[in-house]
C-alpha cells in the first residue's frame, strides 16, 4: 500500500462510520415515525392501543343523548360501513395487496388500525365493534395533537393525528365539569387543524393531494375572517348558510348534557356534507333532507344573453355559477367523484327544444357536451382513473373557488321559423358518484342514483325576425 494514502485511511474510516450512524440513526427515526404507515395516525403512548381503550357511543349517549342522536346517522358515523367506501376499499386491497388497509382505515375507522386488530380475511374486513363504528365520540374527544409537522410534506393529512384513550374527554370548553368522565380544554378541537387531519388525502408514495379540502379552505376569506369547518358543520345548516353570507359567526344556544349548563353556543354533532345518498340508503332520511338543503345552500345562478336574438342567426347564453355557501371549493373532497354539471335546455314559444346540454342518457351518463365542474384524475401513465391509489396528477380541476364563480357559454342555432321568445331553463344538479362508477362498485344491487336539483333559473329571450 503506497504511504501516501495511509496517512487518510483512519479519517476515511471515521467517515465510513460516521455515515454508518447516520444512516442507522435516520432509520432509527424513520421507523417509528408512522407505526401504522401508510397511515400517519400515531398514539401518544408509542404504542398500539386497545380497542377496549374505547367507550361506546352508547354509553355517551346516557347524558349526550341530543348529541349522539345527531351523530348517529352521520357520515361519521357511517364512515365504516357506507357501502360505496367497503366496495371500493376492497378492490384497493385486491389491487395493492392489502397496501391500502391501514391508509383507508386510518380515516374510515381508525380505532381498527390503532390497535392493529383490522384484518382482511374472506372477502370483508373485519374490526371490534368500536372501529366500525367509524368516526365515533371517543375517538375525536381523545384526540391530542396535529403532527403535521412530521408528515413529509408539512401538511395535515391521512390521519395525522394523535390519540389518547382514556378517562379524559378533550373539548372546547375550559370549565366543563363531568360526573362521568374529566375533561380538558381543546383548542385544538376549535379549529380547522383538527378536521385537517383526516380531510386531507395524500398520495403515500408520491404525496400527490388527492382530497384537499383543507387547504381550499385556509386560503379563503372564511379562514381570514377566523369561520372555521365547525362554524358551518357543526351547525344547522340554515345558521351555517347566514355565517357564509354574513361572514360572521352564529350562535347556537344549548345544553350537551342535561345536568350541564345552558350555554350561549354549543355545537351539533350531524356534519352534514353532501351526501344525501349514502345517508338515505342507510335509512337516515333526516340526514339525507339537511344535506339536500346544504346543497342548496351552496350555489346560487346568473343567466345572461343579449337583449334580443335573431331568428336563422347563431346566439348565446352566458351561465354563471357562483359559490355562495361552502367554505372551500364546490364541490370538494372526492372532486374527480362528485358530479356537479349543469342541465341547459332551450325551447322555442310553442315548447320545443332547439338546444339541450347536460342531459343524461338512459345509462345515466352525463351528454350533450357537459358542463361538470369536477377534477379529471390520471394515472402516472396519464390515463384516465377513479382509483385513489393510482392517482398521480390531475388534468384539469374546475371546481369554483369560495366566493369564486364559473362562467360557461352555450351557443345555438335560433331557428329560422322562431317568433316570439325563447324560453332558457338552467337547472345546476348534483349527484355524488357518475352512475357507471356506482354500477361498477355495487354491482348487482345497483340502482339508479338520485340527482339533486341545486339551484334553477329560467329566462325568457324575445326574438328579432
Ligand atoms: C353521566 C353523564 C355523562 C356521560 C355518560 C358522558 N358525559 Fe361527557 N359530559 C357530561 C357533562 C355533564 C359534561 C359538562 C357539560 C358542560 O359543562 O357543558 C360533559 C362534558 C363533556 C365534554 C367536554 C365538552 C366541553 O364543553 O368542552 C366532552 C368532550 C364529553 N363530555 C365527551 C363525552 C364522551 C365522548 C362520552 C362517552 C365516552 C361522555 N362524554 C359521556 C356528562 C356525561
Ligand atoms: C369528528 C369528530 C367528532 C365526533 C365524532 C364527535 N365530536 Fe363532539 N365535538 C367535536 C368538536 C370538534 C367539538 C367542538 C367544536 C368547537 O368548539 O368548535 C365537539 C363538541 C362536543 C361537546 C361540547 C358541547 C358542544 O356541543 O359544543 C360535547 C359534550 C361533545 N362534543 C360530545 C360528543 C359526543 C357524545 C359524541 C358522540 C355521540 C361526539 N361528541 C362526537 C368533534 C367530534
Ligand atoms: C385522510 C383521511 C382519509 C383517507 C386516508 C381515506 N379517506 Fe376516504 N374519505 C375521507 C373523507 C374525509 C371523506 C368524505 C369526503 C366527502 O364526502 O366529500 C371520504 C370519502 C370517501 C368515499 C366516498 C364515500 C361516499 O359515500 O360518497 C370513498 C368511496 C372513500 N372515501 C374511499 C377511500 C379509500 C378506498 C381510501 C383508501 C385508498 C380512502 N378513502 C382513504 C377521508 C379519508
Ligand atoms: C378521524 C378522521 C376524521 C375527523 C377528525 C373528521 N372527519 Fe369528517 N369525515 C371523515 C370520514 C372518513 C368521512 C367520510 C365518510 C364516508 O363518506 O364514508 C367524513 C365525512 C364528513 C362529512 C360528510 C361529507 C358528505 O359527503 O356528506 C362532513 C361534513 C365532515 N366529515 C366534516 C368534518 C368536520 C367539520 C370535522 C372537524 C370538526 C371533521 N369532519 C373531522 C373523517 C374525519
Ligand atoms: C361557510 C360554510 C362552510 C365552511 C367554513 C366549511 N364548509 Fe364544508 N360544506 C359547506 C357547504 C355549503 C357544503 C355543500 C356543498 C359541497 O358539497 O361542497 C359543504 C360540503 C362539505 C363536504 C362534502 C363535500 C362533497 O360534495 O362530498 C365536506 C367533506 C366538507 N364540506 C368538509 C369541510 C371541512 C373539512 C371544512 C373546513 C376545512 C369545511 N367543510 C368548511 C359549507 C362549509
Known amino acids: 500500500m503506497n504511504k501516501r494514502y495511509d496517512s487518510i485511511r483512519p479519517a476515511m474510516a471515521a467517515v465510513a462510520v460516521i455515515i454508518m450512524l447516520s444512516c442507522a440513526v435516520s432509520a432509527a427515526a424513520e421507523q417509528p415515525a408512522f ?27 346516557g347524558c349526550h343523548t341530543d348529541i349522539h342522536a345527531q351523530w348517529k346517522g352521520s357520515m361519521h358515523g357511517a364512515a365504516f360501513i357506507d357501502p360505496i367506501f367497503q366496495a371500493l376499499w376492497k378492490l384497493g386491497e385486491k389491487e395493492t395487496n392489502g397496501l391500502t388497509n391501514n391508509l383507508c382505515g386510518g380515516c374510515h375507522g381508525a380505532v381498527g388500525v390503532l390497535s392493529n386488530e383490522l384484518t382482511f380475511k374472506d372477502g370483508e374486513f373485519h374490526a371490534p365493534d368500536i372501529a366500525r363504528e367509524g368516526v365515533h365520540c371517543d375517538l375525536c374527544h381523545t384526540i391530542t395533537t396535529s403532527s403535521f409537522a412530521d408528515t413529509p410534506n408539512y401538511e395535515p ?79 344547522p345548516v340554515a345558521k351555517a348558510a347566514e355565517t357564509a353570507r354574513t361572514l360572521k359567526k352564529q350562535k347556537n344556544p344549548g345544553q350537551s348534557a342535561p345536568m350541564g349548563p345552558v350555554r350561549d353556543n354549543i355545537f351539533t354533532h350531524e356534519f352534514v356534507g353532501g351526501n344525501f345518498t349514502v345517508t338515505e340508503i342507510l335509512g337516515n332520511k333526516e340526514h339525507a333532507e339537511a344535506a339536500r338543503q346544504r346543497l342548496r345552500s351552496a350555489a346560487e345562478l346568473s343567466v345572461d344573453t343579449a ?8 346566439a348565446s347564453i352566458t351561465v354563471t355559477v357562483t359559490n355562495v355557501g361552502a367554505g372551500h371549493n364546490l364541490p370538494t373532497s372526492l372532486t374527480e367523484v362528485r358530479q356537479m354539471w349543469l342541465d341547459v335546455k332551450i325551447a322555442d314559444a310553442a315548447g320545443k327544444e332547439i338546444f339541450r346540454s347536460g342531459s343524461l342518457d338512459p345509462k345515466g351518463d352525463i351528454v350533450n357536451d357537459p358542463r361538470i365542474f369536477n377534477a379529471h384524475a390520471l394515472d402516472k401513465d396519464g390515463r384516465d382513473t377513479l382509483k385513489p391509489w393510482e392517482i398521480a396528477s390531475f388534468k384539469y380541476n374546475k371546481t369554483i373557488p369560495p366566493k369564486g364563480s364559473a362562467i360557461e357559454n352555450f351557443y345555438f342555432l335560433v331557428p329560422a321559423d322562431a ?4 324560453k332558457a331553463s338552467v337547472i345546476l344538479r348534483y349527484r355524488s358518484y357518475p352512475q357507471a362508477l356506482a354500477n361498477a362498485l355495487l354491482g348487482e344491487k345497483s340502482f339508479t342514483l338520485p340527482v339533486f336539483n341545486m339551484a334553477e333559473k329560467e329566462i325568457s329571450i324575445p326574438v328579432k325576425r
Not at 38 to 60: F, L, N, W
Not at 160 to 175: C, Y
Open 35 to 61: 407505526p401504522f404507515f401508510p397511515s400517519q395516525a400515531r398514539t401518544a403512548s408509542g404504542k398500539p392501543v386497545k380497542h377496549t381503550d374505547y367507550e361506546s357511543p352508547e354509553i355517551c349517549s
Open 157 to 235: 393529512g391521512n390521519a395525522s393525528f394523535v390519540v389518547a384513550p382514556g378517562s379524559v374527554k378533550r373539548g372546547p370548553h375550559a370549565d366543563a365539569e363531568s360526573p362521568y368522565h374529566e375533561t380538558a380544554y381543546s383548542k385544538l378541537h376549535t379549529s380547522s387543524l383538527f378536521c385537517a387531519n383526516c380531510h386531507q388525502v395524500f398520495h403515500p408514495v408520491n404525496n400527490f393531494h388527492i382530497e384537499r379540502t383543507y387547504d381550499e379552505w385556509k386560503y379563503s376569506v372564511y379562514a381570514r375572517n377566523g369561520i372555521q369547518c365547525q362554524d358551518c358543520h357543526m351547525m
Open 307 to 314: 337583449s334580443s336574438v335573431t331568428s336563422g342567426a347563431m
Open 419 to 422: 317568433t316570439g321568445a325563447l
